[in-house]
């Protein structure tokens, strides 16, 4: 087990890939802090298979992407474990909107979950991330969930595409800021899970555009992780794409 004795934050880990995230980092022997908003009984599940891998798993519900909720989450986390050395912001608010359509309860939507939530909560943990010792060539990390939207901005999903340009650039700016001791790196998953909405139909189309001819899976996000935690230590502010080169397609 390669994080033994690890301790990670996965926020959105009810659910989808959030859930799939924080079960991979428990096979490799971390405890997990599963956060949620508003599914509890999915939080509860994902906790129990957590418990059944040996881990220690800690539920805390929280709106991500309200100021004092965020960092709360963070100061609860690290109140009951001591510490966080992984944190994986995952948590996502998806509000279709085209441009003129858009209000301002919609952007607010949009920027508070998906930027706003992870700069707080990321400000909270870091801090303490910092004040640690580490022997040397060990870190902790911060994993952004960022997705295509961020590089291909959606007609219908204006305010979504730009909160996630916003989680991209935090990425950046936090590579600079918690240097030397923290790693912060992003993810950006294409189609890794068929939207709740889309139909087979539509969802095969997507796999027959990809230059792969293929679609990606949960459990590959899971394995980004790992391989960004215990990989190579010289990956710093960088942006893996998940996508099967889709975004040449376009």
Not at 40 to 54: K, N, P
Not at 145 to 166: Q, R, T
Not at 183 to 198: H, M, Q, S, T
Request: glycine share 8%; with cysteine; charged share 20%.
């Amino acid at each position: 087990m390669k994080l033994l004795g690890k301790v990670a934050l996965v926020t959105g880990a009810a659910h989808r890939v959030g859930r799939v995230m924080a079960l991979a980092l428990a096979r490799e022997g971390a405890d997990i802090v599963v956060h949620y908003g508003g599914s509890a009984d999915a939080a509860q599940d994902t906790a129990r298979e957590i418990e059944a891998l040996g881990r220690r798993a800690l539920l805390v519900q929280a709106d991500i992407g309200n100021w004092d909720a965020a960092a709360a989450l963070g100061e609860k986390s690290l109140a009951h474990f001591g510490k966080v050395d992984i944190l994986i912001n995952s948590a996502s608010s998806f509000v279709p909107n085209d441009y003129f359509s858009t209000q301002e309860a919609d952007f607010d939507k949009a920027v508070d979950a998906n930027a706003k939530g992870p700069f707080v909560l990321s400000q909270v943990i870091a801090q303490h991330m910092m004040s640690r010792d580490y022997a040397e060539g060990e870190y902790s990390h911060i994993i952004n969930i960022v997705d295509e939207g961020a590089f291909l901005p959606s007609k219908s999903y204006v305010a979504h595409s730009l909160s996630k340009a916003m989680l991209l650039a935090l990425t950046h700016s936090q590579c600079l800021n918690f240097g030397p001791k923290v790693r912060v790196n992003a993810i950006c998953p294409g189609p890794i899970l068929k939207p709740p909405d889309y139909t087979e139909e539509r969802w095969q189309a997507i796999r027959n555009s990809n230059p792969l001819q293929a679609l990606g899976t949960a459990e590959q996000m899971g394995e980004i992780i790992l391989f960004l935690i215990t990989g190579p230590q010289f990956i710093n502010g960088d942006c893996i794409m998940l996508e099967g080169g889709r975004k040449w397609k376009r």
